[in-house]
């Protein structure tokens, strides 16, 4: 053999070697190349380890959707073998779980994975945001939650994934992919949430990026029917993430975010399904046409881009760690969910987008649309039981927003109009960010610490037992009145100087 054949002979044994050890990260493969009969081929290294058995997981929830959605099911063909290539003993437990003999001499396991739905319009309606889709040649919605699981005993160990691909085809996601040749691209995260909570689109790129403040967002849109339509939507959400960035004191706490836009042509009416993601969103839209995506998409995105505060940056251990299998959830939605949906509404009035009367007229619509719900619940109840009580889930962004609104008004009482919910949430996200999480029976004390004494019996009254929000008298503290039989909002006649001076300091009007 000659010199330069036993170095070609060396370096194909070694690499082979190299991508069969384990290293201290979970070392994945995914194959969207060769995509067939809707199938694809996922294999991985486990992290190094000492087990004589492992128990593999695929989420039966993930964050964001109080639903068991047994990702297992889409799993079939699973199998692991030693650094022999011979086959260990792999038993299905149940659908979302395996056990597997021998881990720590484990080199690989590889199953098939189905894609979870074709067309929008689909039954059963909803969910779709969730699981992952593919069209050879066109485009590969992937949600990590269907396609990759972790080993119950090697838990917070990151994640490399080399993902194989159509040579055409972008990696759109919140996080930074790392192109290694025309058809290799590389992700690495620092764990299973991280990788989860980051969707990602393959696809030709339409694509448009904007920057607001040190934000680098990105706008990416798919659709069959229309190309180069990315920068269309940019332009119109643009306006409101710079409001937003306003809002939040100028600077906002994350370094990207990503807007991943499906579109498909449906014959009539309209279909949305969407998952928020911390530092992403992914949306898809069925409809004949685009004439009404712009309008929808910023709906969306008003609501959406606040995650960035919580809970990406406020967050409890149920949601730091959380529980692929079996959640504990948070009792604190409330927060996560009513405090975001209230920057929504008061971010337009507080920077002169709408006037005082649509804003009002926005207070009804939440009124009215939290009359469909039982209203003397618990919310910190109906936060840890979303999973048993899904039918209340969307009076978090009703009652739940508010009674931050109400928050924001007594905060703003007690502080001679200088301190807001707005300043509760930057001084949060200052004493704990994206890695620090607050303790679930902490946080009333903690926020309570943070800005007065009164505030606990705020909290103690009307989020932790289910009295009704004080609408009525919150409002008229800034001279507004609220008719509970009526249930309009309206400006009261001849506001006193104290009325006028919180409603300068809480919604500068
Ligand atoms: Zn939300």
Redesign the pocket.
Known sequence: MNKFVLLIAMLVFSSGLLAQSQTNSYQYKIDLLNEKNNKICVSFVPPKNNLQKGKFVMPKLIP?YYDALNFGQYISEFQAFNKRGKNIAAKRLDTNTWVISDLKNIAKIAYVVSGGWNQLTQNPPGGKSTSSMYKKDSVFVINYNSLVGYFEEIKNRGYDVTITKNKKFYPSSALDYICKNDTTDILSVKNYRQLVDAPVLFCVPDTTWIKVGDTKVLVSFYSKEHRAYSKTLATKIETILSNQQTYLGGKLPVNKYAFLIYQEKIPKGMTGDGL?HNNSTLCLYGSKTLDRLPEALMGVAS??F??ILTPLNVHSEEVQNFNFLNPRLSRHLWL??GM??YATIHMPIKQHMINIQEFAKNIEGKIKAMEKFNNSLSMTEMSTNAINMQDQYMNF?QKGALLCLCLDIRLRELSNGKFGAQDLMQKLVKKYGPERAFKDEDLFNVITALTFPEIRKFFRDYVEAGRPVPLKESLLKAGLDYDESAKTVVEINNPSIGQLALRKAWIDQ
């Open positions: 964001g928020e609501h959406e606040f995650h996560y969910e975001t949906e962004y």
